[in-house]
């Protein structure tokens, strides 16, 4: 049987991951993710979950090597993590009562076969109308500075949102299990 690479240092990828209950190792692709000049958020995430899962191609041959890549957009246009307190109550003032959209890419990859199946998934998330108070509060309390979006849904984020519109919650935090599980399924590594 194939090993399972999780090409990705992300805490949160990990502990999504574990959730399949399947044997799997960690480790970074250390690949370059700037964006080309008017690319897509969804051509953007595919491109760069596809180059992750094969830059440990060489590292873990017969493996299954998943990559996986997010970014949110408002209006649009590609927003970044916020990376200070100042610049997340930019952000979250901005998205109060508006939405903003996530694209997740996700890629695996069979090292040894070569073949590559991958895909992306959305999902969009309705915030509801905001004061400074709640946005302040919920930056102390969460320190949300490594989150695109300038929160985490896995925890006190989910207060934020009047609604969210998707196939799989999982999604949100990086890695969607039920498409995963649809490709593991497809190169016979099925988690049941």
Same mark, same amino acid.
């Given at each position: 049987?194939?090993? /399972?690479?999780?090409?990705?240092?992300?805490?949160?990828?990990?502990? /999504?991951? &574990?959730?399949?209950? $399947?044997?799997?190792?960690? @480790?970074?692709? &250390?690949?370059?993710?700037?964006?080309?000049?008017?690319?897509?958020?969804?051509?953007?995430?595919?491109?760069?979950?596809?180059?992750?899962?094969?830059?440990?191609?060489?590292?873990?041959?017969?493996?299954?090597?998943?990559?996986? @890549?997010?970014?949110?957009?408002?209006?649009?246009?590609?927003?970044?993590?916020?990376?200070?307190?100042? &610049?997340?109550?930019?952000?979250?003032?901005?998205?109060?009562?508006?939405?903003?959209?996530?694209?997740?890419?996700?890629?695996?990859? &069979?090292?040894?076969?070569?073949?590559?199946?991958?895909?992306?998934?959305?999902?969009?998330?309705?915030?509801? @109308?905001?004061?400074?108070?709640?946005?302040?509060?919920?930056?102390?309390?969460?320190?949300?500075?490594?989150?695109?979006?300038?929160?985490?849904?896995?925890?006190?984020?989910?207060?934020?949102?009047?609604?969210?519109?998707?196939? @799989?919650?999982?999604? $949100?935090?990086?890695?969607?299990?039920?498409? /995963?599980?649809?490709?593991?399924?497809?190169?016979?590594?099925?988690?049941?």
């Amino acid at each position: 049987m194939l090993s /399972l690479v999780l090409a990705s240092t992300s805490p949160y990828r990990k502990q /999504l991951l &574990n959730k399949l209950g $399947l044997p799997f190792i960690q @480790d970074s692709p &250390n690949i370059d993710e700037t964006a080309y000049e008017k690319e897509s958020a969804s051509t953007l995430v595919e491109r760069l979950a596809k180059e992750k899962a094969f830059a440990l191609t060489e590292n873990h041959p017969n493996s299954l090597i998943i990559g996986s @890549d997010q970014v949110a957009t408002f209006d649009g246009r590609i927003i970044g993590k916020p990376h200070t307190k100042d &610049n997340a109550q930019k952000q979250l003032n901005r998205f109060s009562g508006q939405k903003i959209t996530f694209y997740t890419g996700l890629a695996v990859h &069979n090292s040894a076969t070569g073949e590559t199946k991958s895909l992306v998934e959305s999902f969009v998330v309705h915030f509801r @109308d905001l004061t400074e108070q709640e946005i302040i509060h919920y930056i102390e309390r969460e320190q949300p500075l490594d989150c695109a979006g300038s929160f985490k849904a896995e925890g006190l984020g989910i207060t934020l949102f009047t609604h969210l519109e998707g196939r @799989d919650p999982n999604t $949100l935090i990086g890695l969607p299990l039920i498409a /995963l599980c649809d490709l593991l399924i497809a190169f016979g590594h099925s988690p049941l």
